[in-house]
């Protein structure tokens, strides 16, 4: 198998091994720690996001300088082992400070997608971040519901062993990768200055270093302002899925609509129609007489669609909340692949692990605000109430993204048409 291949691999392993949680953090500390406050459930999902928020940008520096296949090797097998000790970890504070510990190493995984889109063309990083998008999708699919079946039939800390296992595996493909392709520790693209003889400076390089430090300069104030809109975007979206299975659960009475398992499936129908989407956005770039929009136009109307499923969704009936989650992910998947594809667009390959980093740092800061506030809505409101705001923040990041980004010219390259 091919280098991207595996790498891409290696990201179904890894997704599908952290998400099995995600869903059933609520039911996952009932049983395991007699713990049913729903505000802690929301500090516990903010403190991961901040862990894997600061950890990130620190493997990005990391990476200058050691070859990421070598680096997840150590990487994985620490995370393995502190896995193994949150399985047998006896207390609630002991249990906090390992899993926390374990994400700052599990953190380095993300580097995957800045590298792949490294090996890459710019015009195959639509379908390459679609690809990737769907691959999120599809391991919280698979994740979900292998949770659900873990819940229902196992022990919950089970799933710790699990993802220990996983990072076993993902050692043993980077060994086999660093062997078959006789990767070096240190990676290719080492800092120029590393790679001169002399201290002589070309002049043509020299005429070019004040443009160059304009476009740096152009990269970092369009990443600061898009990530200010993925905070908010991110904040809105993640607002209704700490607690959706109780949700789910508690506007349905019959026992095997309520089960975990039929539970975890309800939760993944966004990843579903995100590999639907995939599907469809790839045959429609063959179709010449497709309707061609830009990814101004994508992004504006796939925040109106969501805005729509949210609310259906609050809606407490079962058909109506399978249909709103049909609806959110079609548009949370036309908006998360097109504001990646804005970042990728605009930035160098020497600066995707760096630019991406910083976007996941915002990403982050939005779960993190979420998570705080979640918790406080379910003690204080309802289940419900969570769409309901969630669907005014996606209003409010569609009119600051629509201020933001509106078309001023035809020039600007995340503005040109592309296929729905």
Request: hydrophobic letters at 50%; one cysteine or more; charged letters at 10%.
């Amino acid at each position: 198998m091919s280098l991207k291949t595996c790498l891409i691999l290696l990201t179904i392993v890894s997704v599908i091994a952290d998400t099995m949680l995600l869903p059933f953090y609520p039911q996952f500390f009932q049983q395991a720690f007699n713990q049913s406050s729903p505000e802690h459930v929301g500090y516990y999902i903010a403190a991961c996001c901040f862990t894997v928020m600061c950890a990130f940008p620190l493997w990005a520096k990391v990476a200058k300088h050691i070859h990421e296949l070598h680096l997840w090797v150590y990487t994985q097998i620490i995370a393995g082992a502190l896995g193994i000790a949150c399985y047998f970890s006896t207390s609630l504070l002991e249990f906090w400070l390992l899993s926390q510990a374990m994400l700052v190493f599990k953190a380095s995984y993300l580097l995957i997608y800045p590298f792949v889109m490294r090996l890459e063309d710019k015009d195959k990083h639509l379908g390459m971040v679609g690809l990737f998008s769907v691959l999120m999708h599809f391991g919280g699919i698979s994740g979900a519901l292998l949770g659900g079946v873990i819940l229902q039939y196992f022990d919950p800390r089970d799933i710790y062993l699990i993802m220990a296992a996983s990072d076993g595996l993902q050692v043993i493909v980077c060994l086999y990768l660093i062997a078959r392709l006789n990767i070096a520790f240190k990676p290719e693209n080492m800092k120029v200055s590393d790679q001169l003889n002399s201290e002589q400076v070309d002049p043509e390089l020299e005429d070019s270093a004040t443009d160059e430090e304009s476009n740096i300069s152009h990269i970092k104030g369009f990443v600061f302002r898009l990530g200010l809109i993925t905070a908010l975007f991110y904040f809105s979206a993640f607002l209704i899925r700490p607690f959706f299975t109780l949700y789910w659960q508690s506007i349905n009475s019959t026992a095997w609509l309520s089960s975990e398992i039929i539970t975890g499936l309800v939760y993944s129908l966004p990843g579903w129609i995100a590999v639907i989407g995939l599907w469809l956005n790839h045959k429609a770039q063959k179709n010449e007489s497709s309707i061609k929009l830009s990814s101004f136009q994508i992004i504006v109307n796939a925040m109106l669609l969501g805005t729509v499923g949210l609310l259906i969704q609050g809606a407490e009936q079962a058909w109506l909340v399978i249909l709103g989650r049909c609806i959110y992910g079609w548009a949370m998947f036309q908006a998360t692949v097109r504001l990646e594809v804005m970042l990728f667009e605009v930035s160098t390959p020497d600066r995707y692990a760096t630019d991406f980093s910083k976007m996941h740092f915002m990403q982050n800061l939005g779960v993190i605000a979420a998570s705080f506030s979640v918790g406080s809505i379910v003690a204080n409101a309802s289940y419900s109430w969570t769409f309901y705001i969630a669907s005014l923040g996606f209003i409010s990041t569609l009119a600051i993204f629509y201020f933001s980004f509106r078309p001023k010219n035809e020039s600007n390259s995340y503005l040109k048409n592309s296929t729905l």
